[in-house]
């Protein structure tokens, strides 16, 4: 006699990620690339005999991953019905969390953006006081629409990190972040969700794919440039992340062999020469040298500081002092950038991060650094621009990814 | 009435690349992956019913797509009739010319090589008379089978080319091959077949993947040292060739800012600072302004002219200078792969290509450069090593090659 097993009263919530079959996963595909569907399509694109399609379709349905979607044009006979993929199964959590700033979004599982929130941070705090921040501001959002922490199914979280483990891998800005488990610290608040956690830039690069510049672009490379200097790499179509997660990391590449020494150990490092603190440095010495009285001017105003907005000013007013420290930075990101064309060959280079604010004679000199060194066939076609998403391409990114490990797919062992 | 067409009584041999559905597609690839399938198992794989399943074989086979092959074993009832592809549908010709030889191999369709050839030839050449070469020695091997010109279902060729027109683009050290169709010369004497051109590097490169030390590895950089330097990528498992064809066209990134200018009309780049012609420029001045007496004796012995050979055997004989020679180009090689293993992160770095046979001294090098430049997360797992294939690389690349173009997948307009 077969034992049947109590089942429970109450819906139990999907948990992510979402297990499926192959065969299912091949029906959720079809689905959200299309607004909706009839199951004599299903069976014409999957091949399947029509009761095999009600079958799938029935064990989806059950999960609540399908539902009916009115009726469709009919095509001679009854009208079909339609089925539709539920992006109201749950709800997806974005966060983006810039030097200064974090920026959080909900969206649907169409990625669809239904709240956001964004205000200061300090990237500088500790790892449990700025998530703290990001989960009280999350919970808030998500407050307004009732929505239970439970309904949430994915969250996507910036962090230098081992991509794998979803831990931070030595940052060296934020050492109390080391090791630190992002992934651990949300599991609790949305046991539902799976935590999908990478970096900031690549976050930037998924965001500019999925609703950017990036659209339909195969090969194209995101190059933020703030505080350090870093790349978001699209190759086929996908974040390339490497072989240990460590791809895009430009800013420790040679500008220079008679360059300064970096934090690092090594000489000449990009970073070191053309990121954030040397422009700021470079303004400083041109402030008190006497070389430019326009940022002499604001230094003092400033009370001995000198902001990126402030030499973006002085740019503006046409200091040549200030207009030398831009293109100087422009010029070896440029010459960095002109070798990694040469290598790569992307379609597009896309330029954002704090520092990109500067104005346009930044990407002016690093659009000529690279047309002058590329080969003429790497840069036949290639578009070099600021990142026109701007501060939405990291909560955008962040959504992505979350609803990228949604599903897993799992084969069947079939013995074949 | 319906009308009847009448049929052709001979045979038609078929034409690459073979057009199938996505449907038949997929019975293929499954046949590809395996020895032999029974029709059981191809329906648990593709959730098709038996009748479909059916009926998608039958009009394989009589493509001749594929075959019965045998009996598998009981699995209760009946003995299952089981299907292979048929890899001896056609042939492939694989092409690999280098500076100064030719290889050229023929190789059913699961690239099991059955006749091969290799000689000497000059890359100087007229095109008609390289590939006249080409041509008259693949129609030998062929011969030796029987195997009729027509049979020919691929040919894969290298060129430094516009991959998707197949024919050449302004290679510097062949101008009278610009804008030559290498397509257009075979395809009269090779009618059935799909010709496949790729540049030298990406041939090697997909060589290795297919059927080297790049087995099984993502992503990974072949570097090809000769007269010029260029590398072929493969990225998330398949060759990287980048928005305009040109990736990996890594012989004109600067090495150094300060460097001599190339005939590029750059400044520095690392071709001419660290390629086969730049060795024997610094070993002819060791081996005249005395720094070098052996090197010196081998020029006299050499009437006049040092080859690789030379400073190779210089290097195992202990002489300082050209050991000093071949370290400086690895340094400034694994300098460049330095930046490029940053950014790519691959698991695997493979040096290939005439000036490689110079000993292991410029491997030494190039590692050492390698390791001390790029992070220490990108290299925790790095293997930079010589090209386990040497010169089968090229021409094992130009089969798989040729393969990969087999078939083309027509979706059905299916209106969804």
């Given at each position: 006699m077969p034992r049947t097993a109590a089942k429970p009263i109450a819906p139990t919530l999907p948990t992510a990620p979402l297990i499926v079959s192959t065969?299912?996963?091949?029906?959720?595909?079809a689905l959200r690339k299309r607004e909706a569907i009839s199951r004599t399509d299903l069976a014409r694109l999957t091949g399947w005999s029509r009761p095999k399609v009600t079958g799938e379709v029935g064990k989806l349905a059950k999960r609540s991953l399908l539902v009916e979607s009115g009726e469709g044009a009919s095509q001679g006979g009854r009208?079909?019905?339609l089925l539709k993929f539920n992006h109201e199964l749950g709800y997806i959590v974005g966060v983006d969390i810039g030097a200064t700033s974090m920026d959080i979004a909900v969206a649907d599982l169409n990625a669809q953006v239904l709240l956001r929130d964004s205000g200061p941070a300090d990237v500088r705090d500790e790892p449990l006081e700025l998530l703290g921040e990001a989960k009280r501001r999350a919970l808030a959002l998500l407050a307004r629409r009732d929505i239970r922490p439970k309904q949430v199914l994915g969250v996507g979280v910036p962090g230098p990190v081992d991509f794998i483990k979803g831990v931070l891998v030595a940052p060296p800005l934020m050492p109390a972040w080391e090791g630190f488990s992002i992934r651990g610290y949300f599991h609790p608040i949305f046991p539902s969700a799976f935590i999908a956690v990478d970096n900031d830039v690549n976050l930037m690069a998924l965001g500019e794919l999925k609703g950017g510049a990036g659209l339909g672009q195969d090969d194209f490379?995101?190059?933020?440039?703030?505080t350090g200097i870093g790349a978001g790499i699209v190759c086929h179509g996908v974040i390339h992340r490497g072989h240990t997660g460590s791809a895009g990391d430009i800013g420790?590449?040679?500008a220079d062999h008679q360059g300064p020494i970096c934090r690092c150990g090594n000489v000449g490092c990009l970073e070191a020469m053309a990121a954030g603190p040397a422009i700021a440095d470079r303004a400083l010495a041109a402030a008190q040298n006497g070389a430019s009285p326009i940022l002499a001017h604001k230094l003092a105003v400033g009370q001995g500081v000198l902001r990126a907005e402030d030499v973006a000013a002085a740019v503006r007013e046409g200091d040549h002092a200030a207009i030398e420290i831009v293109q100087r930075s422009g010029q070896l990101i440029g010459d960095v950038l002109a070798g990694l064309v040469n290598f790569f060959n992307p379609s597009l280079?896309?330029?954002g991060g704090g520092v990109a604010t500067i104005g346009n004679q930044l990407l002016a000199s690093i659009r000529q650094a690279v047309l002058r060194r590329s080969t003429a066939l790497a840069t036949r076609e290639l578009i070099v621009s600021y990142s026109p998403m701007g501060g939405e391409a990291g909560v955008t990114g962040a959504i992505h990814l979350a609803l990228e490990?949604?599903?897993?797919v799992q084969?069947?062992?079939s013995g074949v």
């Amino acid at each position: 006699m077969p034992r049947t097993a109590a089942k429970p009263i109450a819906p139990t919530l999907p948990t992510a990620p979402l297990i499926v079959s192959t065969h299912a996963a091949q029906i959720i595909a079809a689905l959200r690339k299309r607004e909706a569907i009839s199951r004599t399509d299903l069976a014409r694109l999957t091949g399947w005999s029509r009761p095999k399609v009600t079958g799938e379709v029935g064990k989806l349905a059950k999960r609540s991953l399908l539902v009916e979607s009115g009726e469709g044009a009919s095509q001679g006979g009854r009208r079909p019905r339609l089925l539709k993929f539920n992006h109201e199964l749950g709800y997806i959590v974005g966060v983006d969390i810039g030097a200064t700033s974090m920026d959080i979004a909900v969206a649907d599982l169409n990625a669809q953006v239904l709240l956001r929130d964004s205000g200061p941070a300090d990237v500088r705090d500790e790892p449990l006081e700025l998530l703290g921040e990001a989960k009280r501001r999350a919970l808030a959002l998500l407050a307004r629409r009732d929505i239970r922490p439970k309904q949430v199914l994915g969250v996507g979280v910036p962090g230098p990190v081992d991509f794998i483990k979803g831990v931070l891998v030595a940052p060296p800005l934020m050492p109390a972040w080391e090791g630190f488990s992002i992934r651990g610290y949300f599991h609790p608040i949305f046991p539902s969700a799976f935590i999908a956690v990478d970096n900031d830039v690549n976050l930037m690069a998924l965001g500019e794919l999925k609703g950017g510049a990036g659209l339909g672009q195969d090969d194209f490379i995101f190059v933020k440039i703030g505080t350090g200097i870093g790349a978001g790499i699209v190759c086929h179509g996908v974040i390339h992340r490497g072989h240990t997660g460590s791809a895009g990391d430009i800013g420790h590449i040679c500008a220079d062999h008679q360059g300064p020494i970096c934090r690092c150990g090594n000489v000449g490092c990009l970073e070191a020469m053309a990121a954030g603190p040397a422009i700021a440095d470079r303004a400083l010495a041109a402030a008190q040298n006497g070389a430019s009285p326009i940022l002499a001017h604001k230094l003092a105003v400033g009370q001995g500081v000198l902001r990126a907005e402030d030499v973006a000013a002085a740019v503006r007013e046409g200091d040549h002092a200030a207009i030398e420290i831009v293109q100087r930075s422009g010029q070896l990101i440029g010459d960095v950038l002109a070798g990694l064309v040469n290598f790569f060959n992307p379609s597009l280079i896309l330029v954002g991060g704090g520092v990109a604010t500067i104005g346009n004679q930044l990407l002016a000199s690093i659009r000529q650094a690279v047309l002058r060194r590329s080969t003429a066939l790497a840069t036949r076609e290639l578009i070099v621009s600021y990142s026109p998403m701007g501060g939405e391409a990291g909560v955008t990114g962040a959504i992505h990814l979350a609803l990228e490990h949604l599903f897993v797919v799992q084969a069947k062992p079939s013995g074949v």
